[in-house]
């Protein structure tokens, strides 16, 4: 099992950027499906975006075109960048990493790290 941790969050105005990163630490990270999720205040936590070992992306609506994730496996590591930054993307973000076998259960079975604070100002 990998645990994750979680950096680059910040304070930007709407219409900026901002990069969070996602460092694993543990073996076989090809192995692991990773994912962003956000929460917001007084809500629920949301799936904002996922990347398999191979590359496949799948994005929530709200985000796509806007958002994009990456992982480089050599260095164990899971990028979202997001562009275009909304008063409505304002959240904690948390990465998820969880088995390939357990994908379908990530909230339940992955590794969350912290979360990193997100404030888009309008």
């Known amino acids: 099992q990998v645990e994750v941790a979680e950096s680059g969050g910040g304070l930007v105005q709407a219409g900026g950027s901002l990069r969070l990163s996602c460092a694993a630490f543990g073996s076989d990270f090809a192995l692991y499906v990773m994912s962003w999720y956000r929460q917001a205040p007084g809500k629920e936590r949301e799936l904002v975006a996922r990347?398999?070992?191979?590359?496949?992306?799948n994005y929530a609506d709200s985000v796509k075109g806007r958002f994009t994730v990456s992982r480089d496996n050599a260095k164990n590591t899971v990028t979202l960048q997001m562009n275009s930054l909304k008063p409505e993307d304002t959240a904690v973000y948390y990465c998820?990493?969880?088995?390939?076998?357990?994908?379908?259960?990530?909230?339940?079975?992955?590794?969350w790290g912290q979360g990193t604070q997100v404030t888009v100002s309008s």
């Open positions: 990347i398999t070992s191979g590359g496949s992306t």
């Open positions: 998820n990493a969880v088995h390939i076998r357990l994908w379908h259960q990530a909230e339940e079975f992955g590794s």
